[in-house]
């Protein structure tokens, strides 16, 4: 197997796995020719002999339009659908052998609306999956206070909000948060910025980036935005109808002659009037 990977630092942390530890090489996820079809009235494929791998710490980028099957890949990874043909493969194991609860806790999701639960405040949010592996208060208000310093919201200010009484961007923030609690390995992110205005967005987007490049975490993130995929992903790979037509770095991407490749590329063009 072949990643890409830019910088000499990760080439050397790849050659000493591969002396030491062999349980450690393997891919973080894994799609073995997986397909996933409805079986209604009028059967329908939704995805297609779909195979890619995420090394460990990798960002991988599911970019496509609406409908090309990027939400379907990231419910298959945590086992809220299971593969009509192939397998995935996830930390070393078929998600149908895993056990899907204990799956889903070393998994973060974060999704469009942060689906934080209203009723509920900020630190009782993030304390969600704390709360169900039965750590203690102390344990969890610290651990409450250090995420939200981590997404850049003042613990003291925020802790005892509910959603509504926050912005469209803390929202997100509190929802990566949750997502991070008990510190998974790996981060599903579906859209997590796709409702914010424009700014917010930007400033969201940057903050991640430096984050994700902190935590080293393998992070599958769903977008229909080629600018986010370029700034985020370690690898790009892009969705039409349910099945791959690109797998290629960020730097690779915007040179592939493919119809589907300069349709998302189109949308980087400047701006009318914008100075050259
Ligand atoms: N439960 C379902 N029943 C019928 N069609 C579905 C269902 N889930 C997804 N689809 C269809 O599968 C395709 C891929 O959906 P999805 O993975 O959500 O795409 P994306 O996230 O890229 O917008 C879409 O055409 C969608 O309408
Ligand atoms: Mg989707």
Not at 56 to 70: C, D, P, Y
Not at 91 to 119: K, M
Not at 193 to 200: M, Q, R, Y
Request: some cysteine; overall charge neutral.
């Amino acid at each position: 197997m072949h990643y890409d990977v830019p910088s000499g630092e990760r080439g050397v942390s790849i050659e000493m796995n591969a002396k030491t530890t062999a349980e450690n090489t393997g891919p973080a996820i894994q799609f073995q020719d997986v397909t996933y079809s409805l079986n209604g009235s009028v059967p329908r494929t939704i995805v297609s002999d779909i195979r890619f791998s995420v090394a460990s710490g990798q960002t991988l980028v599911l970019l496509g339009r609406s409908g090309s099957g990027k939400t379907t890949l990231l419910k298959l990874i945590n086992s809220l659908l299971i593969p009509t043909a192939g397998q995935v493969i996830v930390r070393g194991r078929a998600t149908t052998d895993w056990d899907p609860i204990r799956l889903r806790r070393g998994i973060g999701y974060v999704i469009q609306d942060a689906g934080l639960f209203p009723h509920f405040t900020v630190a009782q949010n993030i304390a969600l999956v704390p709360s169900l592996e039965k750590w203690d208060a102390a344990r969890t208000a610290a651990r409450v206070d250090e995420l939200l310093s981590l997404v850049g919201l003042e613990p003291a200010e925020y802790r005892s909000r509910r959603p509504h009484e926050l912005s469209g961007g803390q929202r997100q923030r509190v929802g990566v948060a949750r997502a991070l609690a008990v510190d998974p390995p790996i981060l599903l992110m579906d859209e997590p910025f796709g409702a914010l205005d424009p700014v917010t967005r930007a400033e969201l987007q940057r903050e991640f980036s430096a984050l994700a490049r902190r935590l080293g975490k393998t992070i599958v993130f769903v977008t229909h935005d080629l600018r986010e995929a370029l700034l985020l992903a370690s690898r790009i790979i892009l969705l039409e109808s349910g099945r791959i037509i690109v797998d290629a770095t960020p730097q690779e991407f915007p040179r592939i002659d493919h119809p589907e490749v300069t349709a998302f590329t189109a949308c980087l063009a400047p701006l009318p009037g914008a100075s050259a």
